[in-house]
């Protein structure tokens, strides 16, 4: 492996572990921090699984800005970025509903374990994609537009959820914000 190979590997790599310490990190900051709607739009406000995406989402935010200084002039770094976005995402929701049908609950430690593989499988899809032959210029545009969309939908949401299973709570069925001081 090139040095250039080892250094996307390492990128890789502590960006899964910095997602993993800062997800953790935020994830009850909302309460701790008084249910302050100035950081309500980046960190979970709800036990829903919508909500959760945030702690990939904002702290994966960071990585992909570094990374653009370091891999940024790869024609597919935007693509990268996008397929580890929507793969991580992907693997958690539908490691989610596919074992909590199954089971009938959810359980903490598989919660866990989905957000810490599906940090490790978007990784993987980030250095699979950055190593893609080039693709078409359009492509570029549409990842931009989807990290985009998803940054506008996650503000968004948080003040306006849509009715549907994923905004809901999965401790008392409602949507939206939630204020459960420490």
Do not use: Q
């Amino acid at each position: 492996m090139s040095s250039n190979g080892r250094n996307v590997v390492l990128f890789g790599f502590l960006s899964w572990i910095f997602i993993i310490v800062i997800g953790t990190v935020v994830h009850s900051s909302f309460s701790f921090l008084g249910c302050s709607l100035g950081i309500a739009p980046f960190v979970p406000v709800n036990e829903s699984i919508w909500e959760h995406l945030k702690l990939v989402f904002f702290p994966g935010l960071i990585p992909v800005i570094l990374g653009a200084f370091f891999f940024g002039k790869r024609r597919n770094y935007w693509i990268a970025c996008s397929a580890f976005f929507l793969g991580a995402m992907s693997f958690i929701v539908s490691g989610y509903y596919s074992y909590t049908a199954i089971i009938g609950r959810n359980f903490l430690i598989a919660d866990i374990s989905l957000f810490v593989l599906g940090v490790a499988f978007g990784e993987l899809l980030w250095y699979k994609a950055l190593h893609t032959e080039d693709l078409p210029k359009e492509t570029h545009r549409v990842a931009a537009i989807f990290i985009t969309a998803l940054l506008l939908a996650f503000i968004s949401f948080t003040f306006y959820p849509p009715h549907a299973d994923v905004f809901i709570d999965t401790r008392d069925g409602v949507s939206g914000i939630r204020c459960d001081r420490l």
